[in-house]
């Protein structure tokens, strides 16, 4: 049976109440945009005050998919538990500490009895194991496979071209787009590291799409050259076994090829073809990413 709760007004009382010196829970600027959100609770970290949250299409802003949103006021963290319907606020406002989080969340259904969450995927690579090798197209329209990086340092990431929020596929584009432009002028980075970005939506993410977002990443004065920096895309099954061995976990709607639940994974292969690294989220930098690179190069000198 599902109990149906009322919005907690205590959500204002804490509003007003805030340390005016946390920049975190400062209000949106009047600049902010503001969505309606309805979705369900898969995983909660309350030290973290985020929540993954499983959401419906956001009318005029963005598909349905799964992602971690701040939340930052602290009364419902004994209420929000997987498996819960919320509504919510969406608030977008690029000047904050936050790009986006979550306000005025209603828990409009508790858990079923019994009811799980949904289940991490127990496949990822482990640190040392050689990553499965694979076809994909790029976005040249060049067929390409893990053996084409051998001998070469690489980072791989997954993308979603259409995924609006900042923090999201956005990040993960700017940081390989931004190390890519830093490395064009270092000729040891340019022979040795590679980058590539696998999209997992290959019914809209053709290589011709692929080859236009990558270029607004790169920038208006940089070259089009796609030498360090690769995106790719490939049939959803080949997709899935790479993505399966990261650790990725994403959903397509059998009903709506659009929606999307889906984690973020960066992962460092060595020269020799074997794991050196994995990335889980999205808390690393261009910096992060090459050491870690140029560790891997290193180590097999």
Same mark, same amino acid.
């Given at each position: 049976?599902?109990?149906?709760?009322?919005?907690?007004?205590?959500?204002?009382?804490?509003?007003?109440?805030?340390?005016?010196?946390?920049?975190?829970?400062?209000?949106?600027?009047?600049?902010?945009?503001?969505?309606?959100?309805?979705?369900? =609770?898969?995983?909660?970290?309350?030290?973290?005050?985020?929540?993954?949250?499983?959401?419906?299409?956001?009318?005029?802003? /963005?598909?349905? /998919?799964?992602?971690?949103?701040?939340?930052?006021?602290?009364?419902?963290?004994?209420?929000?538990?997987?498996?819960?319907?919320?509504?919510?606020?969406?608030? =977008?406002?690029?000047?904050?500490?936050?790009?986006?989080?979550?306000?005025?969340?209603?828990?409009?259904? =508790?858990?079923?009895?019994?009811?799980?969450?949904?289940?991490?995927?127990?496949?990822?690579?482990?640190?040392?194991?050689?990553?499965?090798?694979?076809?994909?197209?790029?976005?040249?329209?060049?067929?390409?496979?893990?053996?084409?990086?051998?001998?070469?340092?690489?980072?791989?990431?997954?993308?979603?071209?259409?995924?609006?929020?900042?923090?999201?596929?956005?990040?993960?584009?700017?940081?390989?787009?931004?190390?890519? $432009?830093?490395?064009?002028?270092?000729?040891?980075?340019?022979?040795?590291?590679?980058?590539?970005?696998?999209?997992?939506?290959?019914? $809209?993410?053709?290589?011709?799409?692929?080859?236009?977002?990558?270029?607004?990443?790169?920038?208006?004065?940089?070259?089009?050259?796609?030498?360090?920096?690769?995106?790719?895309?490939?049939?959803?099954?080949?997709?899935?076994?790479?993505?399966?061995?990261?650790?990725?976990?994403?959903?397509?709607?059998? $009903?709506?090829?659009?929606?999307?639940?889906?984690?973020?994974?960066?992962?460092?292969?060595?020269?020799?073809?074997? =794991?050196?690294?994995?990335?889980?989220? $999205?808390?690393?930098?261009?910096?992060?990413?090459?050491?870690?690179?140029?560790?891997?190069?290193?180590?097999?000198?």
């Amino acid at each position: 049976m599902r109990y149906i709760l009322l919005l907690l007004a205590a959500a204002l009382i804490f509003s007003g109440c805030q340390n005016k010196g946390d920049t975190t829970n400062a209000p949106a600027s009047a600049s902010a945009n503001r969505y309606k959100l309805k979705g369900k =609770v898969i995983a909660v970290d309350r030290a973290a005050k985020k929540a993954t949250i499983q959401h419906e299409a956001i009318e005029g802003y /963005m598909q349905g /998919m799964t992602m971690d949103f701040p939340i930052h006021a602290d009364w419902l963290w004994d209420d929000l538990t997987p498996g819960s319907e919320i509504t919510a606020e969406l608030v =977008v406002d690029s000047s904050a500490k936050d790009p986006y989080w979550l306000e005025s969340v209603g828990i409009i259904a =508790v858990p079923q009895p019994g009811q799980s969450p949904l289940a991490a995927n127990p496949n990822f690579a482990q640190v040392g194991q050689p990553a499965p090798d694979f076809t994909l197209t790029n976005q040249d329209g060049k067929h390409i496979s893990l053996k084409d990086f051998r001998g070469k340092a690489l980072a791989i990431t997954f993308i979603y071209s259409k995924c609006p929020l900042p923090d999201y596929c956005i990040r993960m584009s700017q940081h390989f787009s931004d190390l890519a $432009n830093q490395l064009a002028d270092d000729p040891e980075g340019r022979e040795k590291v590679r980058l590539l970005s696998i999209s997992f939506d290959p019914a $809209n993410d053709t290589p011709a799409k692929l080859r236009e977002y990558g270029l607004g990443y790169l920038g208006k004065g940089a070259k089009p050259d796609f030498t360090i920096w690769q995106l790719a895309v490939g049939p959803d099954p080949e997709v899935r076994t790479i993505a399966d061995f990261f650790g990725l976990r994403y959903q397509v709607d059998a $009903n709506d090829k659009a929606q999307f639940s889906h984690s973020l994974r960066t992962a460092v292969i060595g020269p020799d073809g074997k =794991v050196a690294k994995i990335f889980s989220g $999205n808390d690393w930098t261009p910096t992060d990413l090459l050491r870690e690179l140029k560790a891997t190069l290193d180590n097999h000198k």
